[in-house]
């Protein structure tokens, strides 16, 4: 027995166990958002009361190799549920979200003035989310920022608020994990990972991409008139030319906050964008540690001097960013990792994200 899935009721009242009956369980940890989607699917006969419905809730216990006990490796809420009748295989299959998906649900209608970001975290949590949602956050997982935003304004909902003061903040990790706390940490310049390209790394590929680069942002913001600011990186546009992005959001209304926001896409965009996919088998919990340190490629090493094709190589060490890790457990119960990589920084339901800032402008225009 590798794994159980443990399923309660809204209330947390355990309901049901699963011990190596359920199929086809694959999730996911994001950097960016904490605990992503999990899937499985259990044999089970149609309108059999099963109890699994909507809104439960879901973890997922890992076998420790060494101490033989049960770890949480995730916990999720029942999005919904998918009955699927084949001949005679009648099969339930059971998409989970992490619950950070719970900060959607929760409208933000706040202004806050001169106060430092990660005061203005604890603040959202203490009277928006905690009180009416399951996540919950330890003091000690709010880190502090170096920046007091002189005005910022929110009118949408959570997942928008702590997106826009991540994005202010620049590098940053937040999400809710799978103790359902919330966290907002400086992310993790020490590498936690090394792999030499052989041995568990089943698959690897690169990219290193200059199609991302921004050195020229214009911000749409919040007011009436709207704020409107732009700025550039001149060192970038000469070297790659001028590539803009516009951003829209309407808690951004002063200067100093869209140069601060500027100034945390610049660090990340102005250059080339290295990222990277592997697949690996390995029993190891990415996110045993947050924020997730890094992960440091070996590749086989070319000595110093030696040439290739008239050329002088040299191979070192390659840190990357870890942004994703989905997890797959196979019949066997082994268990594989698909862990995307780099510089990039992922965002929760983006599109929605964008969709929503851009009614929420058409809003404020027609005031």
């Known amino acids: 027995m590798f794994y159980k899935l443990v399923v309660s009721d809204r209330d947390f009242n355990v309901l049901d166990e699963f011990q190596d009956r359920a199929n086809n369980i694959s999730w996911d940890y994001n950097r960016i958002g904490g605990c992503g989607g999990l ?121 928008d608020a702590m997106r826009t003061l991540s994005d202010i903040t620049g590098a940053r990790e937040w999400g809710v994990d799978k103790d359902r706390k919330f966290f907002f940490k400086a992310r993790s310049s020490t590498v936690g990972f090394t792999y030499p390209l052989s041995g568990k790394i089943l ?39 001028r590539r803009d992005k516009v951003i829209q959001n309407s808690a951004i209304t002063t200067t100093a906050v869209a140069s601060q926001f500027a100034d945390s896409i610049f660090t990340e965009f102005k250059d080339v964008v290295r990222r990277a996919r592997i697949d690996l088998l390995d029993e190891r919990q990415v996110e045993a540690t947050i924020p997730i340190p890094l992960l440091r490629m070996v590749p086989k090493l070319t000595r110093y001097g030696e040439m290739r094709y008239g050329e002088f190589l040299y191979s070192g060490y390659i840190d990357y960013q870890i942004n994703r890790v989905q997890y797959t457990i196979d019949q066997s119960g082994n268990l594989k990792l698909s862990i995307q990589l780099g510089q990039l920084r992922p965002s929760i339901a983006e599109d929605i994200g964008q969709l929503e800032y851009s009614i929420d402008q058409i809003r404020q225009q027609n005031l």
């Not at 007011?223 to 600011?229: L, Q």
Request: aromatic share 12%; hydrophobic share 35%.
């Open 203 to 241: 698959n690897f590929s690169g990219d290193d991409s200059s199609k991302d680069i921004v050195n020229r942002v214009v911000f749409i913001g919040g007011g009436n008139p709207p704020f409107t600011a732009t700025y550039e990186d001149m060192v970038s546009q000469l070297k790659w030319k």
């Open 39 to 159: 899937n499985f699917s259990i044999p089970s006969r149609y309108c059999r009361n099963i109890l699994i419905s909507t809104g439960f809730n879901v973890k997922l216990y890992r076998r420790n190799p060494t101490t033989r006990a049960f770890d949480l490796w995730y916990q999720g809420r029942v999005e919904n549920t998918l009955p699927e009748i084949r001949g005679e295989d009648e099969t339930l299959f059971v998409p989970v979200m992490g619950y950070q998906s719970e900060l959607r649900d929760i409208h933000i209608d706040a202004t806050y003035t001169s106060t430092e970001i990660s005061v203005i975290v604890k603040s959202l949590l203490d009277n928006y989310i905690v009180p009416n949602t399951n996540i919950t956050y330890s003091a000690g997982d709010i880190t502090a920022t170096s920046f007091t935003p002189n005005s910022i304004i929110f009118n949408g909902n959570a997942q």
